[in-house]
């Protein structure tokens, strides 16, 4: 895309969907980059599903994990850093035109950073409407037909299936090993952050899991896969559209 | 609470427990500081529960609420200062040997800060257990068993009988109106952020409903409150319970 | 108070009073709010002196207390976080009309930041009048007819008379000792810093005295403390009125 | 790359590059990320050449280019964000024992932010050693073979024919055309700052020319632009074999 | 001063003093650097008087002065630049074995961030001890001695006479000439800031004068300006010797 | 220069020039304020040449230097505090109509801060237009025509001799001494660093040289530094007097 290119976007009023991932620990099977392969191919999809409706800015690939740090890999920003990142791409894009920012996070680390991001959108720059989506949790249904541990999450069978549908050449699938899959395997303060309507806790990954799996990947297909990132796009896709026509 | 009784408090293992609300609109009748008196009273009853385990901390009565100030009397701190007056409390406390702090927000809007600030004690204090907890959603039978408009939240049925049960004083009940209760009174950006599974948005209350009230408080009872009140208790109680033997 | 109520006083002009105070070691008779206890005293006297012409915002109940770290109990923020949650307050207040702040503080270690924040409203709130004050050092008249040790100060005489007429529930009155009283139990450094037309220094209080107190508490009265409310009180009422007429 | 394989890589002394570009104006006929296209084809190109000596780090999408802004379609981080970013990124693999950092970069705008980056590096993190170079004044050899404009630079003839060697499909050819190639059609004070050993200057590019292009890149090839590539990836190969012996 | 004589000054315990100045309006007849050069002739006849104990280190020329804005020639650093210079210095100087630092400041502007930065080195480096002192309210005694309007101040009698003394060539003696010097000239909210036991106020320098003048520096004499000089200096001294010898 | 002359020259269009230098080792031989001395020097003779056409601003005494620490006498300001200063003078100068500020640097480890600088004041000041020199690369004649070593720079020929022609009562001649004067003497990754065409990287000083000098300044004449030092003066005056026309 040229400048002149970005300025006929902007002005018809184009969704800017900015990828948003991480560089962490994802066992001893997935690519350190899961997270941000796995927005990247999201944001691809939707691009497909809605053409001129969107364009895709930049990619943030590393993004909040000290919860990971434990582990050799991990790349983390602070969160006021990703924060920075993330409010000088608004005011940039603000100041030609664009009015309509989804981010889409394949980490859920980042989610905090970016609720704050908004609240700082919505002071500064009024005139932006500001949007942000985790994958995996935009497949409700999906995620229900899947077959999942008690125990589940990152680098579970969700997270899995989709890099088998999407990237497949970059799981090691032979290393593949259930993580994490009841509670007990959890230390006591880590089973106290389970179960609906609790106060939240932040706990390093190695108090979760010692392989830093949560759930049974080798339980995962790519068909599963296939079905989140479908279903996620999908919903994405509807929202984008009802979007335009505000 | 002197210097030598905090010392002995810390040492044995006591949870700090840190209020924290907001000041800004809740509509013609309830007051500025809602959030925190209710934060506040939920922490007192904490207290009176569980004796010995718990420790009261000073309130942070400013909270997050950017998406409020379109609303005279709202005051908010920017995220960035919300989050450093909470590490600051934290590097303090642990610097005298506290390991287990609670914060208990009456204002949802400072979660996402919340969030941030406990990503940041993870990696600054790892020796450290933090835990954050809302009032309202922690009582989720209470709230089940309430009549609610289809839109509801701030200023709302719930918020309105908590107050009706700890402050009913500060209520002007004559001024309880409904407020936006149904989403074809919200703005069409609005009402793409209600629903399971979409995309989360931030909006300036304004764009929400024009008194600063979701749903309607004429039907909230003081009876309803003091069940959302013990229920928010009892689940903080439970869980503090089960801490402390950690 | 709600928010129209809130609109309409800015709009009469009333003053914003924002009391602040910290949270620090008082020796083992006072408690860690003492500070905080005080301003909110004083202003709550305010208030009933002048009724419609103030109207007093959110508390600041930790302050800037480096200095007693070494002491179990004490909390400081930062001064640049003090700061910030002033400069955002005076944000949100310019905002919606308020241009009269005083701020009363009970703890002289807040003075050095609340004149910097003096200095930065002045730059980026032109349009708003900050004042600034402690508590004990404006009753002059009320000390001078006090019996003070040499060397006074913290959790001294005057703070303990405050206290003992303001809050007497609070004080352990058999656990008042004498701290320090005279120079020679100052470590040397500390000694240079007393006396007039001298360079100022800042000093741990646990080279100043040992039980963290400075002054003889047990000579301290709550008709004293009375005295000192007073007087406190009227000269900043008197101040408040001029105010209010220029 | 796992979690497990970063660690190996880091332990046999590995060198980690991090490719950091530019998103803004390149001209009719360049897309805005050409200097992140260029950093990472360079990169991959290194990789290709030195094998298990490298590792690719994370890209850093979007660089300093508030000259740029007047152009529809640019993007930057402040300076202080930028160098954020990277100083997180050596903080995290400083503490997963990385020793040796190289930071390729497409876009010249980077290079004040990363000396910064790189003292703050000496101070904070002395066992770290980060090296940083640009991309095209990396081919003193194959840009003195070229025909170039008196003036030239951003989307001139360097950066076209690098652009036509690399990513052919992403140029419109069609849209090349001359910007400012004599001195004579700069506005006077960016006159100024041509020639050796005079005063620095930073302009707006578009007091340097109207189409954002310095230089004539019609007469770019694509064979002049695998010159520059592969010297460049001589260059830096050279340099990493030798600091690999260190 | 070489590396190694530095070495030897921090080694033998010598007392390292800053002087801090401003560059701000002084009326008609002043230069705008007349602090900076009070406070360094101040440290000349310090070190003329203590040889060896003392040791000058580098002068923060420009300080705090966002209330002199409105006047030409005025130059501020924001509070918190300032602060940062001066613990920048105080990092640098604790390194290498400095523990004694005396700012001496020829402008009261810096006086609230000096405070600030004495908190936060007590924190950061309570290796050293810092003192700040002021110059013209060192000198008590000429001060009284000499006659001062019943409003002065900046630019009035006292500096004045300190420049005649210190710096004659740069008094423009033929333009000085009376500023404020009762209080029926101050603006109403001015006036409410003068006296004994009051809040105080931050003011911008053309609601006090409309020349930037407190006083009536005709009035001013070297001789007077010889005798402030003097007492500060001695005072200065007294404290430096002392302090040495704890 | 009072504040009314400031006001004069901002209005006539003047080149605020501003001298920035470092304090830190220049080896045995040479002053720790080497840098400053000569940018101090540089610009006074820029004023006898250019007269009304530049005003002298404040110095700014202490520059970047992290490279240096490992040396007594070295004070370094964190590169975002240098950068706030400068960003700070020119608000203010902003503020007050001046246009045009020339920064000229007696040291070559702040200039990737003043290219920084610059970035931010391109975007935040677009009115103001900033030049930034460093001192001895502004004289390639001059040092074409000296005898150096094949491994030069600080501390070496060029510095001492201008140090000679500037300040030979700061040089202690007896104490000069030949440093690292052939590649062989650095460590290796020094070695890298040097040459044509190759990665950037920031060294500490400790690994160049033992006694903190580059080259050999026994060769060094006072004859010499004149002609760098004229050089440099004719050569900035060329620029600020086109400039000037502009």
Redesign the interface.
């Known amino acids: ?7 006929q976007a ?1 002005q018809r009023g184009a969704v800017l969907v900015l990828p948003v991932g991480a ?1 962490e ?9 899961t997270d ?1 392969i796995r927005a990247e191919a999201v944001v691809d999809r939707l691009v497909d599903a809605l053409d001129e409706l969107v364009v895709v ?3 943030v ?2 993004g ?1 994990s ?2 990971h ?1 434990a ?11 990703f924060a ?2 993330l409010t ?2 608004v005011d ?2 603000a ?3 664009w009015r309509r920012v ?1 981010v889409v996070t394949g980490h859920g ?1 980042n ?6 991001v ?6 500064d720059h ?1 005139e932006v ?5 985790p994958v995996t ?4 249904d999906a995620l229900g037909a899947m077959n999942r541990a008690e125990v589940t999450g990152h680098c579970g069978e969700a997270e899995t299936a989709q890099m088998l549908h999407l990237a497949p050449d970059l799981v ?1 699938s032979d ?1 593949l090993a259930a993580g994490t899959t009841v509670p007990g395997q959890l ?3 880590a089973r ?2 389970r179960g ?9 990954y190695d108090r979760l899991s010692a392989s ?1 799996v949560l759930g049974d990947p080798t339980s995962a297909t790519a068909e599963d896969g296939r079905a989140v990132v479908d279903e996620v796009v999908r ?2 896709a509807d ?1 984008v559209r ?2 335009s ?2």
């Open positions: 895309m040229t400048s002149a290119e970005a300025a902007a560089v620990q994802h066992g001893p099977a997935l690519p350190l980059g941000t800015g930049p990619t690939p590393v909040v000290p919860h740090l582990f050799p890999g991990t790349m983390t920003l602070r969160p006021a850093t920075a990142v000088d791409y940039s894009l100041r030609h035109g989804l680390g989610n905090a950073t970016l609720g704050v908004a609240q700082d959108v919505l002071r009024p409407e500001l949007a942000w989506a949790p935009l497949a409700p090691r290393r230390d006591p303060f106290l952050s609906a309507a609790h106060p939240a806790v932040a706990l390093p830093g919903r994405l929202f009802e979007w026509t505000t």
